[in-house]
């Protein structure tokens, strides 16, 4: 009886370090960016960068649609992009940083090379294709709390859900929540229906964010792709302006209360985007940032945004 114990939990030991063996080479193996070159002109735009904020800014925001590396979406090698990120992470030092399209190319990336950042759910996110997660900075914030949300209508339930985290600054004390998402999209010959979809979205992320307000009694900050343009669109209805104005009731836009906005050279802070990062609650938005020069179209289809708030 006590040699088949023994064999018993021998055998598991095995099973275990195989599976640890398994996903730590496969961690390595796709998460190997020392070979890719980063695109011309990206090492000068770094070096041009104006990373500083404010001395009174206790959290910066970030919200970062990367592009999943499948064909079908668009994307493409992962890893050579995920160094891009990466260099932005270096010069831009963001406390939080709220991601979609997340998929296991872009985990393994930065699982193996951004040393201190680490991701809410990590065995659900990248790995199990959940491609909607939060990546903090530990260095500088503790994680107290954390959640995630599915939205009870969508279309990809590995994508549309919402993810959050209860932060506090290690250093000033200050506590805050953000929150990571990515709504559906309006679909050619599906307009009524993915309207439906994403007005459903749109209450379930206000409800959820009052709830987390009322819970912890602290900003709440709501960011991510949300398909959904502000001041219009281009496109009406394909970019849901609608969807964005009912967001609007009740969060509040930092770009609209950010005392201080920069850009790049590629976009103007001033036109609509399809990201956001709301408001809910009590803080002063020192700067909002949208990092639009030329060569971030390389990274991914949507360039990153930040806030810096006190």
Not at 41 to 47: A, H, P, R, W, Y
Request: proline share 3%; hydrophobic share 35%.
């Amino acid at each position: 009886m006590k040699k088949a114990l023994i064999k018993i939990i021998t055998s598991l030991l095995m099973t275990v370090i195989i599976i640890i063996s398994s996903f730590v080479i496969t961690v390595y193996t796709r998460g190997d960016i020392d070979d890719y070159i980063l695109p011309k002109g990206f090492e000068e735009t770094i070096d041009n960068a104006k990373p500083l904020r404010n001395e009174n800014a206790y959290a910066r925001i970030m919200t970062a649609n990367v592009l999943a590396h499948y064909e079908s979406w668009g994307g493409t090698d992962a890893r050579r992009r995920a160094k891009m990120f990466l260099e932005l992470l270096d010069t831009y030092s963001p406390d939080i940083v709220a991601m979609q399209e997340m998929c296991d190319q872009w985990y393994c990336a930065l699982l193996k090379n951004a040393k201190n950042y680490r991701l809410i759910y990590p065995l659900s996110t990248g790995t199990m294709a959940r491609t909607t997660g939060i990546i903090y900075n530990s260095d500088t914030v503790d994680l107290l709390d954390y959640g995630q949300y599915e939205y009870t209508k969508f279309d990809e339930k590995r994508v549309r859900r919402i993810v959050w985290g209860y932060f506090q600054n290690k250093e000033s004390g200050e506590k805050y929540i953000v929150t990571s998402t990515h709504f559906n999209l309006i679909r050619e010959n599906q307009e009524t229906e993915s309207l439906n979809i994403m007005n459903t979205q749109a209450d379930e992320q206000v409800a959820i964010a009052k709830n987390l307000q009322i819970q912890f009694n602290c900003p709440i900050f709501c960011a991510g792709d949300y398909n959904a343009m502000d001041n219009g669109g281009y496109d009406n209805p394909y970019f849901a302006p609608t969807v964005y104005d009912a967001l609007t009731v009740s969060l509040n836009d930092t770009k609209s209360y950010a005392r201080r906005t920069t850009e790049g050279d590629a976009r103007d802070v001033r036109k609509p985007t399809q990201d956001h990062i709301f408001m809910l609650g009590n803080a002063t938005i020192e700067r909002y940032s949208i990092i639009s020069d030329t060569v971030m179209q390389e990274m991914s289809d949507h360039y990153p945004i930040f806030i810096d708030v006190s």
